[in-house]
């Protein structure tokens, strides 16, 4: 069974960072590109970040491009994404989603349905 467990969350001052892990199990990690998601109060869910199973190809949100980090440790079955300059707006929760055919572009376009999500995990970004 598919799982995806994400950490890493928690309350920051604007300019700080935050690296959130998405932890997985039950399927064959490495045939699947993973997408960090998120979403704030009163918005629609939208692709942050997205990286496909050999990790060779990345995508970014305009809105975390040059501040946002995906990487990824197949041996580890986890995803990171490393989240720097922090602002306000980044205030979401955030969550990881699998996926074994999409492209990273489609995937962070939320052009398909994913495989699986996580349960997401609380970022908050204030003074």
């Known amino acids: 069974q598919l799982q995806l467990v994400e950490s890493g969350g928690g309350l920051v001052q604007p300019g700080g960072s935050l690296r959130l892990s998405c932890a997985a199990s039950?399927?064959?990690?490495?045939?699947?590109?993973i997408g960090w998601f998120r979403q704030a109060p009163g918005k629609e869910r939208e692709g942050v970040s997205c990286?496909?199973?050999?990790?060779?190809?990345?995508k970014y949100a305009d809105s975390v491009k040059g501040r946002f980090t995906i990487s990824r440790d197949n041996a580890k079955n986890t995803v990171y994404l490393q989240m720097n300059s922090l602002k306000p707006e980044d205030t979401a929760v955030y969550y990881c989603?699998?996926?074994?055919?999409?492209?990273?572009?489609?995937?962070?376009?939320?052009?398909?349905?994913?495989?699986?999500w996580g349960k997401g995990t609380l970022v908050t970004v204030s003074s």
């Open positions: 989603a699998a996926d074994d055919t999409a492209t990273v572009q489609a995937m962070c376009a939320m052009l398909r349905n994913m495989d699986g």
């Open positions: 039950g399927f064959t990690f490495d045939h699947y590109a």
């Open positions: 990286i496909s199973s050999s990790g060779l190809t990345t």
